[in-house]
């Protein structure tokens, strides 16, 4: 997306194990965006603004649901759906804390299901006062060094750990080509039912609905990647079931075919966080 300036900042590393990474996105014209946002996995906080005001007017998921962002800082859990953000006409600054899929649960004390295609107000974190400081900050070192701040703070009053489910996801990241439920379960030792009310409470989905999410933004990294001379390729190197399995995905997750996904290609923005585009 070239109206947008993208910077990826890794978090500290006493903050890395609840912080995937900080992004940083500019956007210095004036024209109303549209953007496209894939899931990806990840929960996180967004402060965003233009001269101290919100800039986004409005998220509107795939289903109909139309949320809007009254506050210049928020929380959000997993998004289970492609959504468009709708920006105002103006200039904006927006900085994400992208946190780890379990990072709900353990810096806020949140049960992530109930923030599961949510958000939450600054007022509603105990973060009035982080928000008026970004407001004032004047570069991008500043915002960041604030976040850090912010969520070091939390880490100190940490909640407890579902480690487990936290080892589960490692396992996941690190075998995503192959992982199914029934593997997880054979190394957990848990009924179906006590592992996935564990794994929604910590990550706020269900593990396998995870397991498809994360695999798809895979297939999009290999995709972008060009490695693969044909999406067969791509599907058949992910395990998927079949080849309707693979397009489903896609399009569901994407709104895009996998044949205009290779045509488009140029156009979206990937990067370790996920995918977006410009409606």
Known sequence: MGSINFT???????????????????????QGLAIKVCPNGFPGIVFQHSNGKPT??????NSGRVLHMPDTLFIYGQVTELSVMNFKQEPYITVQAILKPHALKTLFGRDASKLTNNSMSSSEFNAEEFNERMISAKSHQEYITLF?????????????????????LQYIQSNI?????????????L???????RFIQTVGITPQFYIRV???NEAMRRIDSGQYECLSD???SLNYFDQS?????IKVFSGITPKSISQKVNELHHDLIGTSYLS
């Not at 939390?154 to 579902?162: H, I, N, T, Y």
């Not at 399995?245 to 995905?249: A, K, L, V, Y």
């Open 234 to 236: 791509v599907a058949y």
């Open 177 to 189: 080509s192959t992982i199914t439920v029934k593997e997880l379960l054979e190394n957990v030792y």
């Open 245 to 249: 399995h693979f397009i489903r995905d």
């Open 8 to 30: 990826i900042i890794p978090p500290k590393k006493e903050l890395s194990h609840d912080v995937e990474c900080f992004r940083i996105a500019e956007h210095g014209g004036k």
């Open 214 to 216: 994360k695999r798809f």
């Open 56 to 61: 986004i007017e409005n998220i509107v998921t």
């Open 191 to 197: 009924s179906e039912r006590q592992f996935e009310k």
């Open 148 to 168: 850090e701040k912010f969520l070091q703070e939390m880490k100190r009053e940490q909640q407890s750990r579902d480690i487990l489910v936290e080892e589960s």
